[in-house]
């Protein structure tokens, strides 16, 4: 496989940022995780990463099965789950090749995401799910968030917590948004739960559930999927049967408790 083209747009994307932020190195992992050096033009080598590993713009970091990777860096939170590749170029701008990954900061900053046909801006503070989707765009999930989005041919949006977003083309637009049961989310998400350190941003989180649970009322009648071209987006419908169990939740009782799988 020639990596080459799958990194030419980010390098391209990066640079035209003038980035100088500090280069992030690996703080926790779980599981098989690989990096290949692509500095070199005649070999693909992938080695096991060690711990404290610097993260260096011409890393391509890999995961497995159950593989996880977690760099903390000036504030900023940094998670790459699991069957995922990706390349940090400084602490600010991550290029996701396949899979998903998590960026928390409760300190305002602007951060850079591109994926292999795809990029976008975010300004502000905020947790946020980004997924790689098959078109080569990808999809931006804030579980809680606070400030703009920005691409090229969209121009800038508000962030909202719970809504998604969806980053196509090239130059890159805004799809359709959705809004998502955060609780749904993070309850299944092992970007969130299965690393030892906690995020700063679990308060706000919880918030930011509570937020949307008095506003929609925990009616949510669909899942979304991949993306596997520009105008098609997988959607599963749920039957009135499980949109009504999910109106019943009260945010009064267990509230907190009910996001890490409490009564």
Request: glycine fraction near 10%; charge should be neutral.
């Amino acid at each position: 496989m020639n990596f080459k083209r799958f990194t030419l747009f980010a390098v391209t994307f990066v640079t035209a940022f003038f980035l100088s932020a500090e280069i992030p190195t690996l703080t926790y992992k779980s599981g098989r995780v690989d990096g290949a050096d692509l500095s070199y033009d005649d070999k693909f080598e992938p080695e096991i990463l060690d711990l404290n590993q610097s993260l260096s713009p011409h890393l391509l970091v890999a995961t497995g099965v159950g593989g996880r990777v977690e760099s903390i860096v000036e504030e900023k939170y940094w998670r790459l789950g699991s069957n995922s590749m990706a390349r940090w170029y400084s602490s600010e701008a991550l290029w996701l090749h396949s899979g998903s990954a998590l960026f928390c900061s409760t300190v305002n900053d602007t951060i850079h995401f591109s994926t292999t046909e795809s990029n976008a801006t975010f300004s502000g503070t905020g947790t946020i799910i980004i997924e790689a989707t098959k078109n080569g765009g990808f999809k931006f999930i804030p579980l809680e968030a606070k400030g703009t989005i920005s691409t090229e041919k969209g121009g800038i949006k508000e962030v909202v917590g719970g809504r998604m977003l969806l980053i196509l083309g090239n130059p890159s637009f805004f799809g359709d948004a959705f809004d998502i049961d955060i609780m749904l989310l993070i309850k299944s998400s092992r970007l969130v739960n299965a690393y030892p350190t906690m995020l700063p941003t679990f308060k706000k989180i919880g918030l930011a559930i509570y937020i949307q649970e008095l506003k929609l009322k925990g009616k949510y009648d669909a899942l979304i999927g991949d993306a596997t071209t520009e105008e098609n987006l997988q959607m599963w419908k749920f039957g009135n049967d499980l949109g009504n169990k999910g109106s019943e939740a009260s945010p009064k009782k267990g509230f907190f408790g009910r996001i890490f799988g409490g009564n």
